[in-house]
C-alpha cells in the first residue's frame, strides 16, 4: 500500500447547482471526484481529487466483459447547525473490502480512503444539499481495467468516488410500499456474491424487478435460492418483521447483503430492550402470523429511505395487507430516531456520526 499523498487539481468552471426541490436520485454529479489506480507493480497509487469527467478506458477492460468490480452508497447529510455530518463511514470501507475480497480486487487502505472522502467532501462542501429530507449521494467503486479478454482477476484498477446531491426520499410523507414476493427468480444463493456489492448481483434482479413492476409493485422481495421459502431480503434493502412484539430479521446467511442500516436498527432495537432476533423465517411463518392477527410491522432498511414500511405483501396469490397500510409505531419511531441521529437533532448514542470539515472559499 502506498502512502503517496493526495494531490488536488480543481475545476475551473462550476456547474450550475439543481434546484434542491426537484433533486431526483443520481443524475446531477459534483464537480469533483476521487480516483486512484492500481497495478499489480506499484499497488494502489496516484490518490487524486480531479474535476468530474468522463473516463478514458479500452473496450477490452476486464470490467466490461466479466464485471469484476464493486461498489458502496453512503450519503452526507447538512445539519441545521450548519454542519456535515457522514453516518458511519468507517463501516461501507470496510464493507468495500469484504466485497473485494469476495470479487479478488486488492484490498483498498480504508483510513485513506475515509480521508479522501472527506477531503472531496470539503472541496464540494456546497453542493451538499440543505433542504429539509436530502442529502449528499455518495458512490465509491472499483472496476477491474486491465485491457485483456483473459478470464482471471484483473491487474490493474481504478477506485473512483463520485456524489451527487439527492432529493427527499419521502417528499409526499412516509408512504408503505407494496412488495411482491418472488418466487420464480432467485438474487442469490449461499456461496456466491450475494453479500458483497457487486454489480452482478443488481443485474441479474432486474427481470424480477419488471415483473413485478408491470403488477403494480415496486420492489420484490427475494426467498432462499435452494428452497425458495425462507426470506433474504428486497431490492436494496434488508427486510424486519415485527410479530406479537417480538421483531425479527433473516440472519446473514452468505446471500444477504449485510445492510449498514440493518445493523444500526439491530443496536437501536437492542438499546431499546425490544425483543429482537435474527434467524431464518420462512414465508409461511409469515403468512400463519398474518392468518393469526401476530403480524404487526414489517419494514425494509438501506441508506436510500434509511425505513421503508410496507403496507403489502403478495405472495402464493394472497394478499396480505399490514397494519392497514399504513406505518406502523415501531417502523415510525426507528425513522425519527435514525434520521435525527443523521442529521445531528438527537444524541448519538452509538458515536454513529463523523463531521466533515468545510473549505471557506473566498470571494464569494
Ligand atoms: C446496499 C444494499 C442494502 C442496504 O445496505 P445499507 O448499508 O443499509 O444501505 C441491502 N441490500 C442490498 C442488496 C444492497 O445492495
New binding site residues.
Given amino acids: 500500500m502506498s502512502n503517496e499523498k493526495l494531490t488536488i487539481t480543481r475545476a475551473t468552471t462550476h456547474k450550475p447547482k439543481p434546484d434542491s426541490e426537484h433533486l431526483e436520485f443520481g443524475k446531477v454529479f459534483t464537480d469533483h471526484m476521487f480516483v486512484m489506480d492500481y497495478t499489480t507493480v506499484r499497488g494502489w497509487h496516484d490518490a487524486q481529487i480531479i474535476p468530474y469527467q468522463p473516463l478514458s478506458i479500452d473496450p477490452s477492460a476486464m470490467i466490461f466483459h466479466y464485471g469484476q468490480t464493486v461498489f ?3 450519503k452526507a447529510y447538512y445539519t441545521e447547525e450548519g454542519k456535515i455530518l457522514l453516518f458511519r463511514p468507517d ?2 470501507m470496510q ?1 468495500l473490502n469484504q466485497s473485494n475480497d469476495r470479487l479478488c480486487i486488492p484490498e483498498i487502505d480504508e483510513a485513506l480512503a475515509l480521508d479522501a472522502l472527506k477531503e472531496l467532501i470539503k472541496i464540494d462542501y456546497e453542493w451538499v444539499p440543505k433542504a429539509e429530507g436530502t442529502s449528499l449521494y455518495i458512490r465509491p467503486f472499483i472496476i477491474a481495467t486491465q485491457p485483456s479478454l483473459g478470464v482471471h482477476p484483473s491487474e490493474s484498477y481504478k477506485f473512483i468516488i463520485i456524489m451527487s446531491p439527492v432529493g427527499s426520499y419521502y417528499k409526499e410523507g412516509i408512504k408503505p410500499i407494496k412488495i411482491a414476493v418472488e418466487s420464480k427468480y432467485v ?1 442469490a444463493v449461499a456461496g456466491g456474491t ?1 453479500q458483497a ?1 457487486t454489480a452482478g ?2 443485474a441479474s ?1 432486474l427481470k424480477a424487478q419488471e415483473v413485478a413492476d408491470a403488477e403494480g409493485y415496486s420492489q420484490v422481495l427475494w426467498l432462499d435460492g435452494v428452497e425458495r421459502k425462507y426470506i433474504e ?6 427486510i424486519f418483521f415485527k410479530i406479537n412484539g417480538e421483531v425479527i430479521t433473516p440472519a446473514l446467511n452468505g446471500s ?9 436498527i439491530l443496536h437501536v432495537l437492542k438499546h431499546w430492550n425490544v425483543p429482537v432476533v435474527e434467524r431464518k423465517i420462512s414465508m409461511e411463518e409469515v403468512f400463519q402470523a398474518y392468518e393469526d392477527g401476530l403480524l404487526e410491522e414489517v419494514f ?5 429511505a434509511v425505513i421503508s414500511p410496507v403496507g403489502e405483501l403478495y405472495w402464493d396469490d394472497k394478499h396480505l395487507n399490514i397494519n392497514n397500510g399504513e406505518i406502523g409505531d415501531l417502523s415510525l419511531k426507528l425513522y425519527h430516531t435514525l434520521t435525527s441521529i443523521q442529521l445531528g437533532k438527537e444524541e448519538d448514542p452509538f458515536g454513529w456520526t463523523v463531521e466533515v470539515e468545510q473549505e471557506v472559499t473566498k470571494n464569494k
Avoid at 431480503?233 to 434488508?238: H, T, W
Avoid at 425494509?300 to 436510500?304: D, L, M, V
Fill in positions: 458502496e452508497g453512503l463501516k461501507n464493507r438474487r450475494g456489492k448481483n443488481y434482479s431480503e428486497v431490492g436494496s434493502m434488508n444477504i447483503l449485510p445492510g449498514i442500516t440493518r445493523d444500526s425494509g432498511t438501506g441508506t436510500a
